[in-house]
């Protein structure tokens, strides 16, 4: 499967974006979908997770209250709606397709065998 990511972009503190991710090439319905960031000079952070059995997402402790993760299978395309933004979310943020991760494993960028190629999301103070 392929995934396209996109809407970052500039914003200042406490402003909204929305994210997209598009898939193809495959059956979009059959991965468990997550959204992962990256600031520089830090790991990739987990962000939030969908099971393909289960619409309800899941998120890190950092986002949780803010960002809401949702997925819309007849578009093949997983969304994130960040609220509420501050400096410290600003990052690269990647989707990441799986179709064999258990949920206890969903916050290891490792277990996922597909990756978008990231959108640039800086929010400034």
């Known amino acids: 499967v392929q995934l396209q990511a996109s809407g970052g972009g500039l914003v200042q503190a406490g402003a909204s974006l929305r994210l997209s991710c598009a898939a193809s090439g495959g059956n979009f319905r059959s991965y468990a979908m997550a959204w992962f960031r990256q600031a520089p000079g830090k790991e990739r952070e987990f962000v939030a997770f969908?099971?393909?059995?289960?619409?309800?997402?899941n998120y890190a402790d950092a986002v949780k209250g803010r960002f809401a993760m949702s997925r819309d299978n007849a578009k093949n395309t997983v969304y994130l709606q960040m609220n509420s933004l501050n400096p410290e979310d600003t990052a690269v943020y990647y989707c990441a397709a799986s179709a064999t991760i258990i949920y206890s494993s969903r916050g290891n960028p490792t277990n996922y065998a597909y990756w978008g190629q990231g959108t640039q999301v800086t929010v400034s103070s």
């Open positions: 969908m099971h393909r059995y289960s619409g309800t997402p």
